[in-house]
């Protein structure tokens, strides 16, 4: 009897399929009663006065949907009873995947990165047709390098920098100020040739942007010596907001908010970008076009990402690179090993600057105009942000969180169906919504990446054979 008994109530137990199913009904009603009031309904104010109601249930049923999505998935995977957890160590399966598929992404990622304008060109249907997409090729490469370059300083030294778009607008004005001298250009054109500073201008300054980003660096180094962590991100918090302070107020020298114009266009190696007979088009015979400079704008900055990677590359493996890392994870073993962590850290701030220089330098010259408004902390939280998210420490994995973030963001601009009167109405914007999405995005890498997406790490020094230091071996939140 009592077998019977036990054989009933097992087979009178709902299977997990019904019982996710009923959880996931429930949550999407639920969802939708909730945001029934707060978003079906919206008063908009017409031309004549008067607020009229317009109803959004379809965009409420949406979300509804989304939840209910999202739950039957969680019940049927995460959640799923009986289910065994992968042991301590044990790869996943997207671990596996991402191994196998290594060896290939660094290649095919510099492929697509080369082969970017040519696509573009294709994908449009023409030269012209296809600026929007080379200038967000441009945009994006200069958050990769950005995120390149703070990656030596969060990510291999291990020191918290929030204060980074500080060395971005130090080589940004750097240039903008001697390009526009007209004490040089006097001195270059008697001197060299007429026109000469205008059109070799950037590659004359690019170094010396850099290396005044440097001193910078060097300059915060210093103060922040015996400070970790929290006390050093507000620190380095502080010096951003002084560098734009200074900008603002020393209009002397920076012309304040009114920022910096005609800054010189970018040449090539001394050929401007125009239709006169000196010109690019009329050198190399071609059609005078303007995305000629966009495009060239795109590979400029493809090489001083390249350059910033390689750079990297090489000094990991130097014994400066890995006395950052041995910083990163203890400086008291640091110490203990006889390494200078004061030289260490000023040489991480100065390379990292060094890098932010070159990055500002070329916004500059790309904008062609420069303002205190384009170097706020919103700039230094998101290069910090694609930094954490792609896997301190991890090159590809910056370049991938870079590419995903800024032009993922972007794309929020063509997704024009949301404009539909069942949805959110014609005045909707989504660019609006992209510090929300992108919260969200942190937020969901933090709960199940939280050492980034690419959270494995290749050891620089090994014997014999070279392993991945898988990322349950690594402390939580460095590289």
Not at 76 to 94: E, F, Q, Y
Not at 260 to 266: E, G, K, M, R, T
Not at 300 to 325: D, F, K, N, Q, Y
Not at 413 to 442: C, E, H, Q, V
Request: aromatic share 12%.
């Amino acid at each position: 009897m009592q077998a019977a008994s036990r054989e009933g109530s097992v087979s009178a137990r709902p299977s997990p399929l019904a019982t996710a199913l009923k959880d996931a009904v429930a949550s999407g009603i639920i969802t939708w009663f909730l945001l029934l009031p707060l978003v079906g309904f919206r008063a908009t104010e017409s031309g004549s006065g008067p607020l009229g109601l317009t109803y959004r249930f379809g965009l409420v049923t949406i979300f509804a949907l989304v939840v209910l999505g999202l739950r039957l998935t969680l019940h049927l995977t995460i959640w799923r009873p009986g289910r065994v957890k992968r042991a301590a160590g044990t790869p996943s399966v997207l671990s596996t995947v991402g191994e196998r598929l290594a060896p290939f992404a660094k290649p095919a990622f510099f492929g697509i990165a080369i082969a970017y304008p040519a696509l573009a060109i294709l994908a449009s249907g023409g030269l012209s047709e296809s600026r929007y997409w080379v200038d967000l090729g441009v945009y994006i490469g200069s958050y990769v390098m950005l995120g390149w370059g703070l990656n030596i300083v969060v990510g291999l030294a291990g020191l918290l920098d929030l204060g980074y778009v500080a060395f971005y607008a130090v080589g940004a004005y750097a240039f903008a100020l001697l390009s526009t001298s007209v004490p040089l250009n006097a001195f270059f054109d008697a001197h060299v040739g007429e026109g000469f500073w205008a059109a070799w201008s950037f590659w004359v300054c690019l170094p010396v942007c850099g290396i005044l980003a440097a001193f910078w660096g060097v300059i915060l180094g210093f103060p922040v010596l015996r400070l970790r962590g929290d006390y050093l991100a507000i620190v380095t918090l502080a010096f951003g907001e002084i560098i734009r302070l200074v900008l603002t107020n020393w209009t002397d020298l920076t012309n304040g908010g009114a920022g910096i114009a005609s800054i010189p266009p970018i040449s090539f190696f001394g050929m401007p970008f125009s239709a006169a007979d000196n010109g690019f088009a009329a050198t190399f015979g071609l059609t005078f076009d303007p995305m000629h400079r966009i495009i060239f704008l795109y590979f400029v900055i493809l090489g001083l990402s390249a350059l910033t990677a390689l750079v990297t590359l090489r000094l990991r493996r130097m014994p400066v690179g890995r006395a950052w890392e041995a910083l990163r994870e203890d400086e008291i073993a640091c110490r203990s090993l006889g390494i200078n962590t004061t030289l260490t850290k000023l040489t991480a701030f100065a390379t990292g600057a060094m890098f932010g220089g070159f990055a500002g330098a070329f916004f500059a010259v790309r904008v062609r105009f420069v303002s205190p408004e384009s170097f706020t902390f919103v700039d230094s939280a998101m290069i910090l942000a694609i930094v954490v998210l792609g896997g301190m420490g991890s090159q590809i994995g910056v370049a991938a969180a870079a590419v995903f973030m800024i032009g993922g963001m972007e794309m929020l601009r063509n997704l024009t169906f949301l404009k539909s009167d069942w949805l959110l109405g014609p005045d909707f914007d989504p660019t609006l919504y992209r510090m929300l999405i992108f919260g969200f995005a942190m937020v969901a890498v933090m709960v199940w990446r939280p050492r980034g997406l690419v959270s494995s790490r290749m050891a620089t020094i090994f014997l014999k054979q070279r392993k991945k230091v898988s990322g349950d071996l690594v402390k939580e939140g460095h590289g």
